[in-house]
């Protein structure tokens, strides 16, 4: 902690009305609630599931995924029985796939020593797979109505500034701050639908640039506000160098199908499938990359046929350039040895739905499946 932020004093709250915050808090959002398919149970295992999907999720996005998931899935035990294949299939699209993977771990720990049942216990529920304190807090309360907080990042927003938090959202003293602010809101009785409030207030009202104050219900208590200073509040973060990054993948014809091959676990997007490739080192071209790269990863040497595509995505701070091609090899009896992936098969097009790939990729066979070429090429391969 830098000096200056040591010497910066926590709000008090002992001026805040919890009691009045909270009533004007639920009376809004008894109009404003948003129909959410786990709403309308809260079952422990529905509020799990769709707390872990909106980690790094729109809600508008995740409802479909959700129902998608629950009909797939729709219990604890049908998810521990599933293969990580299917489970990272499913979730493809929504990023950040050890979500994925850690739902599917904390499902067969679930069953293996909670008889298949989420439960209601903080201690145990942080040690399940994925799970910190803010999704602990929000399946106690959402679930189970324990008053419990549930501090994601509109919350913070939110808090911050009712308070006039002076400190970045990412220092220690700030979070449990907040934390232990939110907590002693909740009122008796009512932690599943005050958290919930909290939580939609931060995403359609106290909004991270242009707040729409005017519609809040804490407009005359919020300290920022009273100040001038909501739209410097929270305190931001220095922000990340972004990175740019340019690739390239080859699809690998032969004999009416392409070659995929599955990524390591420890590497970036484990157990995803791809087109073998990598990033362009300096002075190459895609061209030469492609081939550098498939020589590398599976002993071919490879030359290629025709570009495919160039498709830009983002993942955390990077912003990716992916150029794709069609190509083949020079040996066309040869067999890829696996260098960098755990799994390789040729499948023919039509199949390329069955396996969980990166978005970037997926978007190139969004494209690939509505080229006319691709039948030529895999008719002359």
């Known amino acids: 902690m830098s000096g200056t932020a040591s010497r910066i004093l926590l709000p008090e709250t002992a001026g805040l009305d919890g009691p009045a915050l909270a009533r004007g808090l639920l009376d809004w959002f008894a109009g404003v609630r948003r129909d959410l398919p786990w709403r309308r149970t809260y079952d422990p295992y529905h ?23 629950i009909a797939r899935f729709p219990d604890l035990r049908s998810l521990a029985l599933a293969s990580e294949d299917e489970v990272l299939r499913l979730w493809e ?43 602990a807090g929000a399946v106690l309360s959402v679930a189970f109505n324990r008053p419990e907080p549930a501090v994601d990042a509109n919350v913070e927003r939110v808090l911050a500034r009712l308070t006039n938090l002076e400190l970045p959202l990412s220092n220690a003293r700030a979070k449990e701050f907040l934390r232990t602010t939110a907590r002693a809101l909740i009122p ?42 909501a739209g410097e509040r929270p ?20 004999r009416g199908r392409v070659f995929i091959q599955k990524r390591k676990p420890g590497d970036v997007w484990p157990g995803l499938w791809e087109f073998p490739g990598g990033v362009l080192e300096a002075g190459e071209t895609p061209e030469q990359a492609l081939v550098r790269e498939f020589g590398e990863e599976t002993d071919l040497a490879v030359r290629p046929l025709a570009p495919v595509t160039v498709v830009r995505y983002s993942y955390t701070r990077y912003r990716v350039t992916l150029h794709a091609f069609y190509c083949a090899a020079d040996d066309a009896a040869a067999e890829p040895v696996l260098r960098e992936a755990v799994d390789g098969r040729f499948v023919r097009p039509g199949e390329l739905a069955d396996f969980a790939f990166p978005a970037g990729h997926r978007r190139v066979i969004a494209f690939v499946l509505q080229d006319p070429r691709l039948k030529k090429y895999l008719a002359d391969l």
């Open 47 to 69: 509020v799990l599931v769709s707390e872990i999907m909106l980690q790094q999720t729109q809600m508008d996005r995740a409802v479909a995924y959700f129902e998608r998931w």
């Open 93 to 135: 699209g929504l990023g950040y796939y050890n979500r994925a993977r850690s739902l599917l771990a904390a499902a067969r720990e679930l069953v293996r020593t909670h008889g298949g049942a989420v439960p209601e216990d903080d201690a145990a529920l942080r040690a399940l797979p994925g799970i910190g304190p803010y999704t």
């Open 188 to 229: 008796q009785g009512r932690a599943r639908d005050f958290n919930q409030a909290l939580m939609e207030l931060g995403a359609l009202v106290c909004l991270p640039r242009n707040p729409r104050c005017t519609e809040c219900p804490w407009a005359e208590s919020c300290v920022a506000r009273g100040l001038g200073l």
């Open 235 to 254: 305190v931001a973060k220095p922000s990340r160098e972004i990175l740019r990054v340019n690739m390239a993948s080859g699809l690998l014809l032969r």
